[in-house]
Each structure stands twice: as structure tokens, then as C-alpha cells.
């Protein structure tokens, strides 16, 4: 067995995800490597769900009978775990939704509705970067054309990283706001938040981070990123699907419009008017995904007791051994930086000329699942110049034998097509 520095007790982490038993294809043990589109789940969420389901289902804020209150308190228990696990000020600045994209929608809706000084309008600037999700494009895309205002980007390096170069250009006096990924789905680079972060303070700009891919990997504490929103996922981080969060600045929160309206995001409610409940609840229109929310509580503090220190060392020691093997193999050509520093655990790569659908095709057959395509993120596959490309990612319960495993499949890819 291959020891590297940094490594988790993966044999140990394993038992707790059932679907990592799972024989798939003429008896092949399934060797899971898309963690980047979503996790497994392990036994202490999934037994989180169903015992909300077999002895506390209710809906919340309404009922006044001992399960009612129950449902309530484990779904704003929840809200408070996700506050710790972010190092929020206040558990109100936690917002549910069903995903980052809805997270990342809301803030877009808000500020096309805001008075100033929040609003965008024609007369003010939008940026973003070249390689954002689309989750973090076309929502800004509607509103600068809904309201008239300009998008600008940053592009990319050759070797995968923010152009930065033109900072000033791209973040002016006339930008509203920065939103960027924190870690790429696709690159897999970390980008470097204090430098755009404090450009876009220069401008008075406010700052949205789509932490997606960085929340399930590494200590994310929103007062050091200093930003305005942040936004992340909870089926990548262990929890269930069904389940996002908004991570707004409380001040903010109380100045800008919902986004959505029904019931208990109001105060008062009449035929001429309303008026809105305070933030969190203001931005949770209608019954909450309240069981997705008891699971993701429960992912909380099974990566808390972990450690998301210990985490981030273990996928670091992984896709360290992955990049150097990947390497190896013949006409494997890495998409986005090529060292294991400054990367997250998702790496995307082309083979030759054999078409990544093909390849992923030919893995799973060896029981490997990885990711083909572009990732929701066609603007990166774009700028350089292929269709898509197969992605592999890692997490807390990859080990250096599924690696190998991979590296030998690329080999039998490589063979099956000449």
C-alpha cells in the first residue's frame, strides 16, 4: 500500500459510505472519482434524514405541537452548525436555498432590484472571470440584461490560472460587483482572493464568491475572505442534494429587496402591501428544504470531527501523487496548473485525440467514474481550444490505489483505441 505524507484513515473513512461497497460491471468494485459534481454520502447523514423523516417530520416556524417544534429546532440547529463551519458573525446571515446556483441567482435578483447605492443599472459594470461555472455566468448575464449594465471578465492564463494584469481595467469605478469562484470545477485553481478582493474594495464594489468547490475541501471562514456573499453547496460537502447556502453581510441582508415572496418571509401581509420578516427568513419564501437542511447539519459535523484541516492535507497529498502519475501517461495533456500547489482536488485532462466521452466511457467499464465534458463551464474549454475534457476528483475518502487504478485505465483506454 503507497503511504503518502498528510493521508486520512481512509480505510477506516470508507466504512462509513456505503455506496463506496458497490460492485459495478462483471463484478469490478466501483472506484468513485467525481466528487467535484457531488459526494458520497456517509451513514451518519443518511441515518440524519431518516430519522428526521421516521420520528420529526413537521414543517417549521408553524406548528405549536412537540414534533412541529422539534422539526424547528433541528432545521435552526442546522442554520447554527453551517454558521460555526463558515465562521459567520451572526447564524442570520445563513441563508437556505436549494442550491449555490439559486444562492448565486438570489444575489443577482437582489441587486437588479435594489435602491442605491446597491443597484446595477446601465450605468454601472458587472465582472466576473473567464473560468466561473456557469452558475456564475448566466445569472449575471440576465441582469446586465435586464438592466442595461456592462460584463466584463477576466481571462486566463496558458497555464491555467487569472490574467490579473488588467485589474483596473476589469474592476473600475463604475463596478457594482465582483463575483468569482473561489476554486475552478474544471481547472481546479484556487484563485487569489485578497487581490481581487481588495480592488474591488478600491471601487466601493461589493463581492460575491461561489465557493462550491472550496467549502467540502478546506477551511472556509467567510470574515477572512472579507467578501460581501458567499455562496456553496451541500451535496458536495457530504450533504444531501436540495440544499444550498447564501452567506450574506448582515447589513446587507436588511438593505436589499427578497428575492422571492410567499409565506414566512413576511411580517404583514394586506391587499395593499406587505412587509418583509428579518433576514434569514426574509430570503426563504415557502416551506424550506427543511430534511435537506437536517442532513447538511449532520455532514457538518461529520467533516467537523474530521477535521477540515486534516482534509485539506489529505486531498493535497492526493492530487499530488495524481498530477505526477497523470504525467506519465502518453499524450495525457493536464488542463490547468500542472503543480499541486494553489490547486484544488479536480483535475481535468485531454488523451491524444480520443474524444473524452470515449474515454470516460471505456473507464467506467473498468468500474471508474469520472466526469466528461465541459463541466458547466464551456468558456474555459473554449479559451483553450478542445471540446471538453475527462475530469478526475477527489476527496477525503480517495486513496493512491483508486489513482493507480485510474492511471491503468488510461492505459487500456490508450491501448483499446490504437
Same mark, same amino acid.
Given at each position: 500500500?503507497?503511504?503518502?505524507?498528510g493521508l486520512?484513515?481512509?480505510?477506516?473513512?470508507?466504512?462509513?459510505?456505503?455506496?463506496?461497497?458497490?460492485?459495478?460491471?462483471?463484478?469490478?468494485k466501483?472506484v468513485?472519482?467525481?466528487?467535484?459534481?457531488?459526494?458520497q454520502k456517509?451513514?451518519?447523514?443518511?441515518?440524519a434524514?431518516?430519522?428526521?423523516?421516521?420520528?420529526?417530520?413537521?414543517?417549521v416556524h408553524?406548528?405549536?405541537y412537540?414534533?412541529?417544534?422539534?422539526a424547528?429546532?433541528?432545521?435552526e440547529?442546522?442554520?447554527?452548525?453551517?454558521?460555526?463551519?463558515?465562521?459567520?458573525?451572526?447564524?442570520? &446571515? *445563513? =441563508?437556505?436555498?436549494?442550491?449555490?446556483?439559486? !444562492?448565486l441567482? $438570489? /444575489?443577482? @435578483?437582489?441587486? #437588479?432590484?435594489?435602491?442605491?447605492?446597491?443597484?446595477?443599472?446601465?450605468?454601472?459594470?458587472?465582472?466576473?472571470?473567464?473560468?466561473?461555472?456557469?452558475?456564475?455566468?448566466?445569472?449575471?448575464?440576465?441582469?446586465?440584461?435586464?438592466?442595461?449594465?456592462?460584463?466584463?471578465?477576466?481571462?486566463?492564463?496558458?497555464?491555467?490560472?487569472?490574467?490579473?494584469?488588467?485589474i483596473? &481595467? *476589469? =474592476?473600475?469605478?463604475k463596478?457594482?460587483?465582483? !463575483?468569482?469562484? $473561489? /476554486?475552478? @470545477?474544471?481547472l #481546479?485553481t484556487?484563485?487569489?482572493v485578497?487581490?481581487?478582493?481588495?480592488?474591488?474594495?478600491?471601487?466601493?464594489?461589493?463581492?460575491?464568491i461561489?465557493a462550491?468547490?472550496?467549502?467540502?475541501?478546506?477551511?472556509?471562514?467567510?470574515?477572512?475572505?472579507?467578501?460581501?456573499?458567499?455562496?456553496?453547496?451541500?451535496?458536495?460537502?457530504?450533504?444531501?442534494?436540495?440544499i444550498g447556502v447564501?452567506?450574506?453581510?448582515?447589513?446587507?441582508?436588511?438593505d436589499?429587496?427578497?428575492f422571492?415572496?410567499?409565506?414566512?418571509?413576511?411580517e404583514?401581509?394586506?391587499?395593499?402591501?406587505?412587509?418583509?420578516?428579518?433576514a434569514?427568513?426574509?430570503?426563504?419564501?415557502?416551506?424550506?428544504?427543511?430534511?435537506?437542511a437536517?442532513?447538511?447539519?449532520?455532514?457538518?459535523?461529520?467533516?467537523?470531527?474530521?477535521?477540515?484541516?486534516?482534509?485539506?492535507a489529505?486531498?493535497?497529498?492526493?492530487?499530488?501523487y495524481?498530477?505526477?502519475r497523470?504525467?506519465e501517461?502518453?499524450?495525457l495533456?493536464?488542463?490547468?496548473?500542472?503543480?499541486?500547489e494553489?490547486r484544488?482536488?479536480?483535475?481535468?485532462?485531454?488523451?491524444?485525440?480520443?474524444?473524452p466521452?470515449?474515454?470516460?466511457q471505456?473507464?467506467?467499464?473498468?468500474g471508474?467514474?469520472v466526469?466528461?465534458?465541459h463541466?458547466?463551464?464551456?468558456?474555459?474549454?473554449?479559451?483553450?481550444?478542445?471540446?471538453?475534457?475527462?475530469?478526475?476528483?477527489?476527496?477525503?475518502y480517495?486513496?493512491?490505489?483508486?489513482v493507480?487504478?485510474?492511471?491503468?485505465?488510461?492505459?487500456?483506454?490508450?491501448?483499446f483505441?490504437?
Amino acid at each position: 500500500m503507497i503511504q503518502l505524507p498528510g493521508l486520512l484513515d481512509t480505510e477506516a473513512i470508507r466504512k462509513d459510505f456505503p455506496l463506496l461497497d458497490r460492485v459495478v460491471h462483471d463484478g469490478k468494485k466501483i472506484v468513485y472519482l467525481d466528487s467535484a459534481a457531488t459526494s458520497q454520502k456517509p451513514r451518519q447523514v443518511l441515518d440524519a434524514l431518516n430519522e428526521y423523516y421516521e420520528r420529526h417530520n413537521a414543517n417549521v416556524h408553524r406548528g405549536v405541537y412537540t414534533v412541529a417544534e422539534e422539526a424547528t429546532a433541528l432545521y435552526e440547529g442546522a442554520r447554527d452548525k453551517v454558521a460555526g463551519f463558515i465562521n459567520a458573525p451572526s447564524r442570520n &446571515e *445563513v =441563508i437556505f436555498t436549494k442550491n449555490a446556483s439559486e !444562492s448565486l441567482n $438570489l /444575489v443577482a @435578483n437582489m441587486l #437588479g432590484w435594489a435602491d442605491e447605492p446597491y443597484r446595477v443599472d446601465h450605468e454601472t459594470e458587472i465582472a466576473i472571470t473567464e473560468m466561473e461555472h456557469h452558475s456564475n455566468i448566466v445569472p449575471w448575464q440576465l441582469l446586465a440584461q435586464r438592466t442595461g449594465a456592462k460584463l466584463k471578465w477576466f481571462g486566463l492564463t496558458d497555464d491555467g490560472r487569472l490574467d490579473l494584469s488588467n485589474i483596473e &481595467e *476589469v =474592476i473600475t469605478e463604475k463596478t457594482k460587483v465582483v !463575483s468569482f469562484t $473561489l /476554486v475552478s @470545477n474544471l481547472l #481546479g485553481t484556487v484563485n487569489p482572493v485578497e487581490t481581487i478582493v481588495r480592488r474591488a474594495q478600491e471601487v466601493g464594489a461589493l463581492v460575491c464568491i461561489d465557493a462550491s468547490q472550496a467549502a467540502p475541501h478546506m477551511v472556509l471562514d467567510v470574515q477572512a475572505l472579507q467578501a460581501d456573499f458567499v455562496a456553496f453547496t451541500g451535496h458536495k460537502m457530504c450533504g444531501p442534494t436540495g440544499i444550498g447556502v447564501l452567506w450574506g453581510r448582515q447589513e446587507l441582508l436588511e438593505d436589499l429587496p427578497p428575492f422571492l415572496g410567499g409565506g414566512e418571509m413576511i411580517e404583514t401581509v394586506s391587499m395593499h402591501s406587505s412587509t418583509y420578516a428579518p433576514a434569514p427568513h426574509k430570503f426563504e419564501a415557502g416551506t424550506p428544504p427543511i430534511a435537506q437542511a437536517v442532513g447538511l447539519g449532520a455532514a457538518v459535523d461529520y467533516l467537523s470531527a474530521i477535521g477540515m484541516d486534516k482534509i485539506a492535507a489529505h486531498e493535497h497529498a492526493i492530487t499530488e501523487y495524481a498530477v505526477r502519475r497523470l504525467q506519465e501517461v502518453p499524450d495525457l495533456r493536464i488542463i490547468g496548473p500542472v503543480t499541486a500547489e494553489d490547486r484544488g482536488a479536480a483535475i481535468s485532462f485531454t488523451l491524444g485525440d480520443i474524444h473524452p466521452h470515449d474515454v470516460g466511457q471505456v473507464l467506467d467499464e473498468q468500474g471508474i467514474a469520472v466526469r466528461v465534458g465541459h463541466h458547466c463551464a464551456r468558456p474555459v474549454c473554449l479559451r483553450y481550444g478542445i471540446p471538453a475534457t475527462t475530469r478526475a476528483s477527489f476527496y477525503l475518502y480517495s486513496t493512491p490505489a483508486e489513482v493507480d487504478a485510474l492511471v491503468d485505465g488510461l492505459e487500456h483506454v490508450r491501448n483499446f483505441f490504437g
